[in-house]
């Protein structure tokens, strides 16, 4: 378990996809067990450098090791930083690549659907960068953007926002079936810490949930 959370914090904490997991821990897991951990591109960038040998010296000393699960609770899923128990993870909609997010956004910088947009949502201690999709009724929902598609496309200029508050998620549960009503704890799978969110559910509709009134004070 130490070991898995050693690498885990080796590795770029964006939970791409691009290893073929849908987190990094779960990713750090597979490498414990012999996954090569050359199979995460993020970590031949600059900003890593030095992860890599860090993250094979760690293997190379761990004991052999059965498959533990990172997330056994009594749900199946618990937040890599707070160890609470989440009632599912959110996926992205079909076809995007990360979950929705609606802001509610202070700042007098004008902005409009089609914006790069960087801003810390207020809470959360880490830098979001996402693209405006929609905007309404002063909200405005937006798609994440995450190392991939921040390595891999041209320079992209940001519009700097400051504190954003989160006003709702959406996307496609995996895990416990939401009902309309209930609040409900779930792990946003784009979301670096992995930390669980609060929130209560106002649309179900298939696999896809809206979420409103989002927490990240969870007890
Ligand atoms: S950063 Fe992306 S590719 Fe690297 S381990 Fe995390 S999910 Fe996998």
Redesign the pocket.
Known sequence: MENIKEITKL??????????????D???EKILVGEN?E?????FKEEFKGNLEKIKELVSISEPLEIKKTCASKTGLVGLLDGYDADFLLDPLPEEHSCRETLIILSKNPIKKGDHIKYRPLGCPIPHFAEIIDDAHGMYVVHLE???NRFNTEKIEYIEVGIALIAAFEGVYNGKTPEVGKTVKFIPTHCMMQKVHSGVVVEVEGNRVLIEGIDLKVW
């Open positions: 590795l770029p904490g964006y939970n791409c996809k691009a290893c073929g997991y849908k987190r990094c779960h990713f750090a951990p199979n995460c591109p993020l970590l995450g190392a991939c």
